[in-house]
């Protein structure tokens, strides 16, 4: 399933680089293209010779490159890739990965790079332990890069314990199941909802809540790498990003959300509603700035249309509907109740207590309940990580209905 996959092999220096010779053999035997991005201190324990015969192309390793002094282009190599596969990474690239410290060739290609990165890390225990470097694959596992943990066993110190780069072959293995489900997800049109809405009081004023829309930009960006069309409706949030080939649908109130969501949905293979829609709007939004005075004041609210509620109502046999759920109290059955009222394929409960702020945090702990009543739990983790799990069930679900 690598076949003429065109991959970028990252090498950072560690005793583990040896392994990557096999890793490049390996790639190129599974029909991969490899070129080879070298760090300085990886060419104390591996010649780029070696990476050159068996990948028979150039090995990168400085911005500049040839008798010439060409520049190596390293948008060009970043674009070119499907995969980058960073292994072994030591705790320093990790660290320079993590935070945008682009000191070698290495960091400007991951920098650039829109394809999915894996990074295969590889130290002794104790620095795989350390907090900086735990801080710092929490942080790449945010912006959606793929961890390939380390094994136990004895290290080149002499010392046993977690840090050992995988082997070749279960790198190979994880980039291959990786992607199978990319596969399975190309071509189908999703829709999603991130954010708040915004409900207008005055020209200045609004009703609105604390949604970031983390959780459903990290759902757009997951589907996105996976090859399917996205399409994002999203209320106003900051510090977002989403991936250029999503169709972003920028909106306000629920009621644009909502027009903009009927009009998507026929299209679309799933739907998956993440949107804190505001539930109630001002019944007359008054022109200009109101006056205050010295009186109380009572703004007069009425519903917002339910989208999941129409969505449900409209969807066809062919359709997979994912909506959320956040109870304080009584959660899968307050769940599977708003499962079946709106006619939901799925829904992911986030379990909210004092330790767990869902909005604005990236941290979450949810379960997913099915149709069937069944039910999986999850551990807390970062929503990037919680997309990957939600979309895994869609994908497993598309396949087997
Ligand atoms: N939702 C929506 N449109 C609304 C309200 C909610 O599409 N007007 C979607 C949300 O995107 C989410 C799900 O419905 O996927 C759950 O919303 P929630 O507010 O928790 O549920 P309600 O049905 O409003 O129930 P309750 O207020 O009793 O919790």
């Known amino acids: 399933m690598l076949f ?4 970028v092999l990252g090498i950072t220096g560690s005793i583990a680089a040896y392994k990557s010779a096999l890793l490049a053999r390996q ?26 015969t068996l990948t028979k192309n150039p090995v990168h390793n400085s911005f500049t490159v040839g008798q010439q002094g060409e520049w190596v282009n390293h948008v060009e190599l970043g674009l070119w890739a499907d995969a980058m596969v960073i292994a072994p990474a030591s705790a320093n690239t990790l660290g320079h990965c993590a935070n945008g410290i682009c000191e070698s060739l290495l960091v400007a290609v991951y920098l650039s790079a829109r394809c999915p990165v894996f990074f295969a890390p590889a130290m002794d225990v104790d620095m795989w332990h350390h907090p900086s470097t735990q801080r710092n694959i929490q942080l790449l596992k945010t912006y959606g890069n793929h ?17 050992r780069m995988s082997e070749p072959d279960e790198i190979v293995d994880y980039l291959e199941a990786f992607n199978s489900r990319v596969r399975l997800m190309k071509g189908k049109k999703v829709l999603v909802s991130a954010g708040p809405t915004i409900e207008p009081i005055d020209d200045v004023r609004f009703i609105s809540n604390h949604s970031s829309g983390k959780m459903g930009y990290s759902i757009a960006n997951e589907l996105s790498s996976r090859g399917a069309e996205v399409t994002l409706v999203s209320g106003p949030v900051t510090n977002q990003k989403v991936r250029p080939e999503v169709k972003l649908i920028k909106v306000n109130t ?7 969501c009927i009009d998507e949905f026929p299209q679309t293979d799933a739907a998956i509603l993440t949107a ?20 109380s004041m009572i703004v007069d609210l009425e519903p917002n249309a339910d989208i999941l509620l129409e969505l449900g109502k409209a969807k066809t046999e062919k359709q997979v509907l994912i909506g959320f759920a956040l109870e304080t109290s009584r959660g899968r059955e307050n769940a599977e109740d ?62 087997h209905e």
């Open 276 to 295: 804190a829609v505001a539930d109630f709007k001002p019944k007359n939004k008054v022109e200009g700035k109101i006056k205050k005075n010295n009186s």
């Open 338 to 399: 708003k499962l079946k009222r709106k006619n939901l394929d799925f829904i992911v409960l986030n379990l909210f207590d004092e330790t767990n702020q869902v909005f604005g945090s990236d941290l979450n702990r949810v379960e997913i309940g099915n149709s069937k009543g069944e039910w999986k739990s999850f551990n807390t983790k970062s929503k990037s990580e919680i997309a990957v799990d939600i979309i895994d069930e869609l994908v497993e679900y598309l396949n």
């Open 147 to 163: 961890i390939i943990s380390p094994g136990t066993g004895e290290l080149a110190s002499g010392l046993i314990g977690e840090g």
């Open 4 to 7: 003429r996959k065109k991959i």
């Open 27 to 52: 790639l190129i035997k599974a029909g991969a293209e490899v070129r080879v991005i070298m760090t300085e201190s990886a060419k104390d324990f591996i010649t780029p010779l070696t990476l050159h």
């Open 254 to 260: 629920a009621e644009e959300m909502f027009k903009a």
